[in-house]
């Protein structure tokens, strides 16, 4: 089993719509964390961090299920602008000082 | 403006033929990455480095090789045994308590023919 899975996609949806994605990790023992966001031929950027309580930062929330070791992120209200790709990272995992990148799952969301 | 730039963005380059890809960040940070991402495929860490003269090899190592002189500079070179090199290849930093927070560069794209 992979350390960090995600479905690739892609995730097709009209503007306004909600989505979301999860992300399952293989580690109970991982500390942290996150969502990068990646644009079509672009970098990475942090997206948002990922806290037990859950967090929300305007259309978008992520939440974390330990007991399930799964990560998830909802969008609210699609725009055209929210289309790319969204990478689950999980730091702390076996110990390791470097995060792990989820593969990634595309969204496209069309008028 | 502080952040981290890679040169140049796209190369060209024929087979046998070694290349050095320029990742520089003026953001303060301690640590540096190199990874590289295929078609469809996740980001793959090739080196590390979490202070000035010293790095660690990633998961897929063979084939490159890096240099960390200066805290702002972690050159890659990307030599003839590696068997497939073409690929988009991104440099990122962050401060070493915060591998998680990572700030990328725009990438190069290199095609070996």
């Known amino acids: 089993r992979k350390e960090v899975e995600q479905d690739p996609g892609p995730f097709n949806v009209p503007e306004g719509a909600t989505v979301a994605f999860n992300c399952t990790y293989s580690n109970s023992a991982s500390q942290s964390f996150f969502w990068y966001r990646q644009d079509c031929r672009k970098e990475p950027k942090l997206l948002m961090s990922?806290?037990?309580s859950g967090n929300e930062d305007g259309r978008f929330t992520a939440q974390l299920n330990r007991a399930s070791q799964y990560i998830s992120l909802l969008i609210r209200d699609s725009k055209l602008s929210d289309s790319a790709t969204y990478l689950c990272?999980?730091?702390?995992?076996?110990?390791?000082?470097?995060?792990?990148f989820g593969r990634g799952t595309s969204l496209i969301v069309h008028p | 403006d502080g952040g981290i730039t890679q040169s140049p963005k796209y190369l060209f380059r024929k087979e046998g033929q070694n290349v050095t890809l320029s990742c520089e960040q003026n953001l303060n940070h301690d640590a540096m990455y190199w990874y590289r991402q295929d078609p469809g495929q996740g980001l793959r860490l090739i080196y590390y480095?979490?202070?000035?003269?010293?790095?660690q090899k990633g998961d897929i190592a063979e084939g490159y090789s890096v240099s960390r002189e200066k805290k702002e500079s972690f050159p890659l070179t990307v030599t003839s045994a590696q068997k497939n090199p073409t690929a988009f290849y991104l440099c990122?930093?962050?401060?070493?308590?915060?591998?998680?927070?990572?700030?990328f560069g725009p990438g190069t794209r290199l095609t070996v023919t």
């Open positions: 480095s979490q202070i000035v003269n010293d790095f």
């Open positions: 990272v999980v730091n702390g995992a076996g110990g390791s000082y470097i995060p792990t």
């Open positions: 990922v806290y037990s």
């Open positions: 990122a930093s962050s401060f070493d308590n915060r591998p998680y927070e990572q700030y």
